[in-house]
């Protein structure tokens, strides 16, 4: 949905040649398609009108198909269906302002500092498998980089195949050190060496990669705590921020995704990525409906400058053109 | 955090059953719970909408206007048509003709392509049949690194993909390889892409031109959203898919995404992704996943296994029996043979819903069964009937007989007298049937 914020360095395909008809006429459906899905929300706006249960019954509808959950929405719409008892918000162009508003509203929390304060500060980085852990921490570090900081990368995803050489890959590209050790290592000795390593190299911030888990998983998430125990005693008050990575994709299991992370960690701040596909990305409003944490940065696509600081208002433009 | 699709249709229900029978109306109310409970599940917007229109005929007939448990009725029909939807019976890949077969797997980002296309070769391998892996991702880092790691887990051959290849030409030299060498199947892992990204859907497309699979698979992700119906409707435009596979079904996502899928592409779901290690990979149930989107874990099944196993006959000897307050140790042994015959513990207690997150990892102690029918197979019939008569001696006989100790036979002799307590109780309160209300949620 993001799509016009990234800055694109792909070139756009040409035009298709008009002997291509089959083909033509195939892509021409694909971008009917397309542009009806950029359009989303705002479809139900398109037309000036007055706001009756009709008009509700479709905004509901746009709603669910953001993905904004059931509770939200009428977190959402009671405070406006009041006002139009009222006698305003008759006109659905006033209406869809207030309910900008009303967006804005959930939305606007201050993320926490990025980096922490703290030297080094150690940032865990956690969420469910696929999610885009790895990609979104060699954005961070691409950023932090940029602004002049000392990074390092602490490998303790030690289960995935190849985890390790994804992040040592990012790592080679910007020239940001990786403490690593073999597959299979306790990854909270990992996280320890890092740490260590961070204090002794005067590392400003050290960003800890961890492995993809399910929620569900009791033992994953208790090997989270310890994970985070054992930072604690290689760096005083480690971790200083955990953030927790959620795709843009994902249905209402968002909710007891961030549920049960924040059991075993303290959530300081989200990541939403994937924003560059087709889903609104509804959930975004749901999280931070129910669990009040603000999002620091969203994720729009798979390159190193691909992330952006969240902007509720870009997002709410984006949600209702 | 959902309530149970069954106790909001009781309640529904209730409400009206003050006024006799059900008119349509309070059906369509039912309707609206259904409907919320799909929507809860991710299902798509439209196609719940679809879905529930076809529901709404059979639901207006007389099964359950006229029932005395409209709700247990409407669940079934629901239950039913979901199954329908998703199609009634497994497909299982299409290894038919020449050899080599290919298999081509698409999808999103990070859905889960990679480690799917190793359970395959892991799954095939095991059919006596020899894989090649393929990795044709030459964009995220270390993505061939990782196909090359899971094939040497396996133990099946990779292609030696190089980072500087173009994905078509490493489809045609790895097929080119797969006949020469003899391989059987050969599974192509492609990079995660958007299905918007024209470029990289071109790629895909000229991919499946130049080896033309058997089966294109898309896997996707048990958690996707709404947005699952446009993600597999452009890859089935392109690709043109046969079937699906659905990864990180383990976790608590009630996988609304498979009847999205399966509804705008009518391809049918082939395979479950349930875990990260190479084993977990199961062939698709329609039921068992009709049930989980209904929010309902797999208490359908659960129930017919508890059916199945327990014995009408003497269910109702045992009923009788505990209003007599005649229950032995004779009958708990019957019922722990029952327990066993309903199969792994650990996995009936998986299949409940709304068990708390941590139990559902916890190693159930299915030993303990086994311990406790060993001791009171130990005992003589006439023990089993009046265990009054248990003293030291007898105890001790006992525990050396069934390989327990004496502190095991009294710890059995002691959960039977809480077990007549409870009865007792039970037997005040209501009955039997509040006990398997209890027991099963329903
Ligand atoms: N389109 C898009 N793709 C992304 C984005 N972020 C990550 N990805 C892709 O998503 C896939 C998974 O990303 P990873 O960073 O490996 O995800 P992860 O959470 O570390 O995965 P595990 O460690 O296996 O749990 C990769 O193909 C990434 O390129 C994004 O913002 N947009
Ligand atoms: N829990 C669970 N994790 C899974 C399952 N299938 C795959 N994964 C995990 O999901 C993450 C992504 O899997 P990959 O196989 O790398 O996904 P991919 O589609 O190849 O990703 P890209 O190539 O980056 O697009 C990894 O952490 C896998 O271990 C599953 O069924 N259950
Ligand atoms: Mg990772
Ligand atoms: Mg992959």
């Known amino acids: ?74 977190r959402l719409l009671t405070p406006l269906r009041i ?93 940001i050190p990786v403490i690593k050790q073999k597959l299979g290592a306790d990854p909270a000795s990992v996280v320890f060496e890092g740490l260590k390593a961070a204090t002794s190299r005067q ?51 968002a909710v007891s995704q961030v549920k049960w992370f924040k059991e075993a960690l303290p959530i300081h701040t989200l990541i939403v990525t994937k924003m560059d596909g087709t889903a609104k990305g509804g959930i975004v409003l749901t999280l931070t409906h129910l669990f009040k944490i603000p999002i620091s940065f969203i994720g729009l696509g798979e390159k190193l400058e691909d992330l952006e600081p969240f902007d509720p208002k870009a997002f709410v433009e984006a949600i209702i053109p | 955090m959902f309530e149970n699709l069954s106790d909001r249709l009781e309640s529904t229900f209730k409400k009206l059953r003050g006024r006799g029978k059900l008119t349509p109306s309070d059906v369509e109310k039912g309707l609206r719970e259904v409907r919320l409970a799909l929507l809860e599940a991710d299902v798509n917007f439209r196609v719940v909408k679809d879905f529930i229109n076809r529901v709404k005929e059979r639901a207006l007939g007389a099964e359950v206007l006229e029932s005395l448990t409209p709700a247990q009725q409407l669940i079934k029909i629901v239950h039913e048509e ?33 480690t799917t296309a190793a359970k395959l070769a892991r799954f095939l ?21 990782q196909l090359k790691t899971l094939a040497r887990q396996v133990g099946v051959a990779c292609f030696d993909t190089q980072p500087d290849q173009k994905p078509v030409d490493i489809v045609k030299h790895a097929m080119a390889e797969a006949k020469a060498k003899g391989y059987d199947v050969v599974i192509i892992d492609t990079a995660g892409r958007l299905h918007i990204d024209e470029e990289m859907m071109n790629e895909v497309e000229e991919i499946k031109k130049a080896v033309e699979p058997r089966d294109v698979l898309l896997v996707a992700d048990a958690m996707t ?50 875990g990260e290690k190479l084993d977990a990979l199961e062939v698709f149930h329609p039921d068992r996943m009709a049930s989980r989107i209904l929010g309902m874990g797999d208490v359908l099944s659960l129930i017919e296994k508890a059916q199945e196993a327990f014995d009408i006959k003497k269910a109702k000897e045992l009923e ?71 003293n030291a001696s007898r105890k001790r006989r006992i525990a050396k007989g069934s390989g327990t100790t004496v502190q095991d036979v009294n710890r059995l002799l002691k959960s039977y007298e809480e077990m007549r307590k409870l009865f007792k109780q039970m037997r005040k309160k209501g009955g039997l049937q509040a006990l398997a209300r209890n027991l099963f949620g329903m």
């Open chain 1, 83 to 175: 006002r139009v008892s009222q006698g305003e918000l008759l006109k659905t162009s006033e209406f869809k302002e207030a309910l900008k508003a009303e967006m804005l509203k959930i939305l606007s929390l201050e993320p926490p500092a990025f980096p922490p304060e703290a030297r080094p500060a150690a940032i865990f980085v956690v969420g469910v498998n696929g999610v885009g852990k790895t990609t979104s921490i060699a954005k961070l570090g691409y950023r932090l980089k940029k602004s002049g900081f000392s990074v390092l990368f602490i490998a303790a995803d030690t289960f995935r195949a190849a985890a390790i050489e994804q992040l040592e890959n990012w790592g080679k590209r910007m020239e």
């Open chain 1, 203 to 253: 590392i400003d911030v050290a960003l800890i990669d961890t492995a993809g888990r399910l929620h569900t998983k009791y033992n994953l998430m208790e090997e989270l705590k310890k994970m985070a125990r054992v930072a604690g005693k290689a760096v005083e008050g480690a971790p200083h921020q955990n953030i927790l990575v959620i795709d843009a994709t994902t249905g209402q299991n």
């Open chain 2, 82 to 114: 979901l199954i329908h939807t998703l199609g009634e019976t497994a497909v299982p890949l299409n290894l038919s003709g020449p050899k080599p077969i290919p298999i081509l797997l698409v999808g999103l980002q990070g859905s889960g392509k990679t």
């Open chain 2, 320 to 390: 009788k029996k505990l209003k007599r307050d005649a229950f032995t140790l004779e009958d708990l042994r019957d019922q722990i043979r029952q327990m066993k015959r309903l199969g792994s513990l650990e996995s009936i207690i998986k299949l409940i819903p709304g068990i708390g997150n941590k139990l559902k990892d916890m190693p159930f102690d299915e030993k303990e069964l086994v311990r406790m029918e060993a001791i009171l197979n130990s005992m003589t019939p006439q023990e089993r009937r009046y265990p009054k008569i248990l």
């Open chain 1, 1 to 74: 949905m993001f799509k016009w914020l990234r800055k694109k360095d792909k070139k756009e395909t040409a035009e298709v040649p008009e002997e291509k008809k089959l083909l033509g006429k195939f892509k021409e459906r694909l971008s009917r398609t397309r542009e009806k899905l950029k359009e989303g929300l705002g479809e139900v706006f398109v037309i000036e009108r007055n706001v009756d249960e009709k008009f509700f019954e479709e905004l509901e509808e746009a709603l669910i198909t953001a993905d904004i959950n059931i509770d939200t929405i009428k």
């Open chain 2, 225 to 274: 959203g709404q947005d699952a119906v446009n993600i597999a409707k452009s890859f089935h435009e392109k690709v043109g898919l046969t079937g699906v596979v659905l990864t990180k079904v383990e976790g608590d996502a009630r996988g609304g995404a498979a009847l999205s899928i399966r509804a705008v592409t009518g391809c049918p779901i082939k395979f479950l992704g349930v």
């Open chain 2, 125 to 145: 391998k095991k059919k006596n049949l020899k894989p090649f892996l393929v990795p044709a991702d030459v964009y995220r880092p270390a993505a061939i690194d």
